[in-house]
């Protein structure tokens, strides 16, 4: 029989967005980002109550559809304890659907939330596994949760019935690694840019991510100077570049100028790797067509305090 948490119990969740793919690695690779939500938690008698501030205040919903209200529901269920009622408070710097993995952060600070308050009996992979159901793949949500880069794979069950299983590892990355990212003012839809994408793709194309994945991953431990082939993709950036002609023009114009940039995500985001400062005419460049600027350092793992109220 589940256990009801007290009244009073509360905690405090500090998650890191992310950029996925990183170029080759579709639905692989990740990163998280020193750019950060925070959700805090407490238990009440009972009703649910959510207050949001900062990016998505004046759009998310308040009511139990919330992104996190859901995860922490599912964390609670899977740490087999229940709440009577619960107070969330939600402060988020991280642009919302902008390929900065605001919906991963969003499940991973409700699965980490519904943990801490039960006193964390659930494991990284538990952890990992919950956060990504909500998105249907691991890489940003394994970002979010374990921190630094990770790769990630889906293995999906052979007897069609079970439920995929998300797997992420964490690897190092060179201290000297940096992100820069350029984030426009319009949303990009992730369902609507992967229906650009193809069904098929040609051996040639697909050999040539498998390799490019492969230097991306040498280049951010400890071989920088390769990250800009190791950005280098065919599987999706090529086929989103119609449907997001302002990143792809950016992905293009920095690339041709040295950078290893890339889409984050599903985008708009444009994202680059560097030991290096950007060209800050470049960067000026960007705000001057209205882009949002973020120099950001590579994230350690989310933090998650327990307290009372």
């Known amino acids: 029989m589940a256990v009801e948490l007290e009244v009073g119990r509360a905690v405090t969740v500090r998650v890191p967005g992310s950029s996925a793919n990183l170029g080759p690695g579709f639905d692989t690779m990740g990163l998280a980002l020193d750019i950060h939500d925070t959700v805090e938690v407490e238990v009440i008698d009972s009703g649910l109550e959510i207050e949001i501030h900062g990016e998505g205040a004046a759009d998310l919903p308040r009511d139990a559809s919330h992104l996190v209200v859901k995860a922490i529901n599912a964390g609670l269920n899977a740490a087999d304890v229940t709440a009577p009622g619960l107070r969330v408070t939600c402060t988020n710097t991280i642009p919302q659907s ?129 990250l800009w082939e190791g950005t280098r993709d065919r599987l999706h950036q090529p086929y989103r570049a119609d449907v997001l002609p302002v990143t792809a023009e950016w992905v293009n114009r920095l690339r041709n100028r040295g950078w290893a940039a890339y889409l984050s995500g599903a985008g708009p985001t444009c994202a680059v790797l560097s030991t290096e400062p950007v060209d800050p005419a470049l960067l000026d460049a960007a705000r001057e067509e209205g882009l949002s600027v973020y120099e950001l350092s590579v994230a350690g793992g989310p933090t998650v305090t327990p307290s009372r109220a």
Do not use: K
């Open 98 to 226: 902008r390929g900065l993995g605001s919906s991963a952060a969003a499940a991973a600070a409700g699965v980490l939330a519904a943990n801490g308050l039960a006193d964390s009996p659930l494991s990284e992979e538990q952890l990992v596994q919950l956060a990504s159901a909500f998105e249907g793949h691991p890489d940003n949500a394994g970002a979010s949760v374990l921190g630094g880069g990770v790769v990630s794979w889906t293995e999906i069950p052979v007897d069609g019935v079970s439920q995929p299983v998300y797997r992420a590892v964490r690897i190092p990355v060179d201290e000297r690694i940096r992100a820069t990212v350029l984030v426009p003012s319009f949303h990009a839809s992730t369902q609507a840019v992967r229906r650009v994408l193809p069904s098929h793709v040609t051996h040639t194309d697909a050999r040539f991510n498998v390799s490019r994945t492969a230097v991306l991953s040498v280049a951010l431990q400890a071989h920088p100077e390769l």
